[in-house]
């Protein structure tokens, strides 16, 4: 329907509007490593530090298998040349 295409949610049923800390923290977490914010700022209130770790972690599959450390077919580098263990 009509309704249904520009986003229009039925009669009695609310949404939750984003909220500025989840704004601003996922502009943050868009543009900068949490690393960098931590070295930079020196006091981040708590509430902030989650929302901006939440908003850096990588929404699609992809880049999660890309950045996770189990990715099969990679080898094993705690072993050494020879195949000693490090």
């Known amino acids: 329907t009509a309704a249904t295409a520009l986003g229009l949610l039925p009669f009695g049923k609310t949404q939750n509007p984003e909220t500025l ?3 601003a923290a996922r ?12 070295e930079r700022f020196e006091r981040i209130p708590e509430p902030v530090q989650r929302r901006i770790v939440y908003w ?31």
């Open 21 to 23: 800390l989840d704004i």
């Open 27 to 38: 502009k943050v977490a868009e543009k900068w490593p949490f690393q960098r914010v931590e």
């Open 56 to 86: 850096s972690f990588p929404r699609s599959e992809r880049e999660i298998c890309m950045y996770s450390s189990f990715n099969p077919g990679v080898e094993d580098y705690t072993t050494v040349p020879g195949g000693a263990t490090a």
